[in-house]
């Protein structure tokens, strides 16, 4: 005779508890933020300071900025030479008024000075350097075409929500937390920093090692501990070759033609009250003898102050900054950018 039991009374059914998700997440959040703690007071114990990514996502962003500036508010265009050996502060307790710097590694200052003319009505004082082969870069070579399209692409790039979003994370979270040095505990980095392994033939060092360079939010460099260690040296070396191979590979700009845009853009500036200045900044080691080669002074820095009218400061003309030397060849350190921008303030100033 049939069963009358049904299936499901012939199978054994667990209670399940019920699951504390809450405090598991809960628990999780608490661990996560005790370990990201730990590593931030760990990396302020070892002089690691809240840095921010100098790409051009970040000088697009900052470009922004400068549109809601006060019109006669001083700007600086140049390369990284001018993000290293301009110091801000010096500048402001000099003059007492914030500059703005525009500079941006590897970039050629021209494209700026132009984009200044044509797309801000501002008037005031311009900062404007000249670097040899930097300044006058084929825009074929990558580190010069990136500022050009960045410009070229200004107007379209406003109404970019990812680009305005990653400059808002930045600012809160990049600025803040040491942690987020985006190469501070990469597997990559940390394996890079313990066993030091010598750079590759053509490899361009990793600019932003982030026990050796602070970036700041408002686009300065420093030095936060000595380049002068040989590996650091070397790395440094390895880029600035990789940087001078590129632009003894491609034929420079052609010089009348570059002057010929500059005095054009120089005259809008001045129909508006501004003023450009031209500011050569120390080099030392390989990078003198590579410029006095390719770009003597008699060539192009005098043929620019000459052909423009425009003022400029030469580091080698004046006896406080003369013997300034970069100890990697292109970029000052903090002691001796206060000393090379009290200097030009002082230019600006007497001579006004």
């Given at each position: 005779?049939?069963?009358?039991?049904?299936?499901?009374?012939?199978?054994?059914?667990?209670e399940?508890?019920?699951?504390?998700?809450?405090?598991v997440?809960?628990?999780?959040?608490?661990?996560?933020?005790?370990?990201?703690?730990?590593?931030e007071?760990?990396?302020?114990?070892?002089?690691?300071?809240?840095?921010?990514?100098?790409?051009i996502?970040?000088w697009?962003?900052?470009?922004?900025?400068?549109?809601s500036?006060?019109?006669?508010?001083?700007?600086?265009?140049?390369?990284?030479?001018?993000?290293?050996?301009?110091?801000?502060?010096?500048?402001?307790?000099?003059t007492?008024?914030?500059?703005?710097?525009?500079a941006?590694?590897?970039?050629?200052?021209?494209?700026?000075l132009h984009?200044?003319?044509?797309?801000?009505?501002?008037?005031?004082?311009?900062?404007?350097s000249?670097?040899?082969?930097?300044?006058?870069?084929?825009?074929?070579?990558?580190?010069?075409?990136?500022?050009?399209?960045?410009?070229?692409?200004?107007?379209?790039?406003?109404y970019?929500?990812?680009?305005?979003?990653e400059?808002?994370t930045?600012?809160?979270?990049?600025?803040?937390?040491?942690?987020?040095?985006?190469?501070?505990?990469?597997?990559?980095?940390?394996?890079?920093?313990?066993?030091?392994?010598?750079?590759?033939?053509n490899e361009?060092?990793?600019?932003?090692?982030?026990?050796?360079?602070?970036?700041?939010?408002?686009?300065?460099?420093?030095?936060?501990n000595?380049?002068l260690?040989?590996?650091?040296?070397?790395?440094?070396?390895?880029?600035?070759?990789?940087a001078?191979?590129?632009?003894?590979?491609?034929?420079?700009?052609?010089?009348?033609?570059?002057i010929?845009?500059?005095?054009?853009?120089?005259s809008?500036?001045?129909?508006?009250?501004?003023?450009?200045i031209?500011?050569?900044?120390?080099?030392?080691?390989?990078?003198?003898?590579?410029?006095?080669?390719?770009?003597?002074?008699?060539?192009?820095?005098?043929?620019?102050?000459?052909?423009?009218?425009?003022?400029?400061?030469?580091?080698?003309?004046?006896?406080?900054?003369?013997?300034?030397?970069?100890?990697?060849?292109?970029?000052?350190m903090?002691?001796?950018?206060h000393?090379f921008?009290?200097?030009?303030?002082?230019?600006?100033?007497?001579?006004?």
């Amino acid at each position: 005779m049939p069963s009358s039991t049904s299936n499901s009374d012939m199978y054994f059914q667990r209670e399940i508890p019920s699951k504390p998700i809450g405090r598991v997440v809960w628990g999780g959040m608490a661990l996560v933020l005790i370990m990201l703690t730990a590593l931030e007071f760990e990396a302020r114990g070892r002089g690691i300071l809240p840095s921010r990514d100098l790409n051009i996502s970040f000088w697009q962003n900052y470009r922004f900025g400068l549109d809601s500036q006060p019109s006669d508010t001083t700007v600086l265009f140049g390369a990284s030479r001018v993000t290293f050996g301009f110091d801000q502060d010096t500048w402001e307790e000099m003059t007492g008024s914030r500059p703005y710097n525009l500079a941006l590694h590897g970039a050629s200052s021209l494209p700026m000075l132009h984009d200044y003319a044509t797309n801000t009505d501002m008037n005031g004082t311009v900062i404007c350097s000249i670097s040899g082969g930097f300044t006058l870069a084929n825009e074929k070579i990558p580190f010069s075409e990136r500022i050009a399209k960045a410009l070229m692409e200004i107007n379209k790039n406003r109404y970019s929500f990812a680009l305005r979003a990653e400059d808002f994370t930045g600012k809160a979270l990049q600025s803040n937390f040491a942690i987020l040095n985006p190469h501070l505990y990469s597997p990559a980095e940390l394996i890079r920093t313990a066993i030091r392994l010598p750079a590759r033939q053509n490899e361009i060092a990793w600019f932003h090692t982030p026990y050796l360079v602070h970036h700041t939010d408002d686009n300065q460099d420093y030095f936060i501990n000595d380049p002068l260690d040989k590996y650091s040296l070397e790395e440094f070396d390895k880029l600035h070759d990789t940087a001078l191979q590129y632009m003894d590979r491609y034929e420079p700009r052609d010089l009348d033609e570059a002057i010929e845009q500059i005095n054009n853009d120089v005259s809008i500036i001045e129909s508006r009250g501004g003023e450009v200045i031209f500011v050569r900044f120390p080099i030392s080691r390989f990078f003198v003898d590579w410029e006095r080669e390719r770009f003597p002074r008699e060539r192009c820095w005098d043929e620019i102050i000459r052909r423009t009218g425009c003022r400029g400061f030469h580091y080698l003309d004046n006896e406080n900054t003369k013997n300034l030397f970069p100890p990697d060849g292109s970029h000052l350190m903090p002691d001796e950018a206060h000393i090379f921008t009290r200097e030009l303030a002082k230019f600006v100033l007497q001579t006004n």
